[in-house]
């Protein structure tokens, strides 16, 4: 049976990771060739590479080296992790030439050299996918990008696409599960309060984490250097991090072993679309704008909170934010005077406006609606509802071809 012809150049908002799941299997029902690119709101870009609708290769994000690297080591560790263990392999690639990327052209040619088996290698590029798509996932507003390339030649390794989205699911829901929404796998880990950690735990655990909390290593290194699971070690830290006496950091990616010139994403419908969004918190409460401003940020949308119900008109006029979430109960005025005082502003007579409440019976429901409120949400915060509110408001029109 002839392929079905490749879709057209196109451009789309991928607003949850459950869409991206979709749009994925919609693109191996086309037997689609050629590249996906997505590109996050704040700058980073993921790429997966397809063959009649299947995966070869995905790359990009924060830390493409790190993560070949660690793959290669959990995968395959008869081969030599360091860099200048691969440059005889890479001499005389040129790096405009690679259809691909030079991880996938140094697989081939060790399976092609017998120095890894095909399963490994099939090993390597399910990992790497599988953790490439899972921070699409977490980045939660993505653009998809396709260009379709029918003159891609039958590849040496390629896997499964919905292996690979099981793959991630299973990981994202036990993210989710164990409530690490706001943290990401690429953070690395290091102590900042020694002492407080040193009185409270027993010395060979002391002693084990002060060795792998060095913020040389991201959670993802961590687990491996650990052979223990991301998830059992991200939750089994997290007891320190809520303490502050660990911290999660950014660090930077390892030195490719080969010059590479990333594609700029297109200045064009994409980057309109990668316009962040700002919202706004109205609370009294200084530690519910300080989570919301975690949660919020680490979403890839702007934030700005204003403690003062008084001064909340003002700054709102200042910033004009695309959603405000407005707690109800504050000193001086209340979220409904408030409410009330922005819907009879032009600039505000459509911007969704949010309650934050602890309790939304029928009577505050009604008084509400009166004002001109959206929605509510409950306290205590939900991270996993609070983007999904953001969401709600801010994307509801957007739509993604179909199963």
Known sequence: MAAQPNPPLVYMSLLTAQKQFQFLKTLKRLRFSGQLVLAGSTGQQWIVYFYL???IYATGGTHPVRRWQRNLIAHSPQIPAQSSAWQSDLIGIDSGSLTISWEYRLLCLWVGQQKMTRFQAAKIVTSVSAEVLFDAAQ???????????SSLSQPSILIGVEET???VQTLWQAWQKAKLLEYSPNHAPVIEQPQSLQKYSSEPVYQTLTKILNGQNTLRDVAVQMHRDIVEITRSLLPYIRLEWVKLTSIADLPAPISTAPEKPSATKASAEHTEALVACVDDSIWVCQTMKKLITAAGYRFVSVNNALRAPAVLLARKPDLIFLDIVMP?????????QLRKLSLFRDTPIVFLTWKD????RLRAKLVGASDFLNKPLDAQKLLSVIRKHLYSDVVIPSE
């Open 361 to 364: 019976g029928e009577a505050a």
């Open 53 to 55: 609708g299947e995966i």
């Open 139 to 149: 980045a939660m507003r993505v653009t998809a990008r396709i260009k379709p390339n």
């Open 165 to 167: 989205i099981a793959e």
């Open 332 to 340: 001086n005025a209340n979220g409904y005077e408030i409410c009330e």
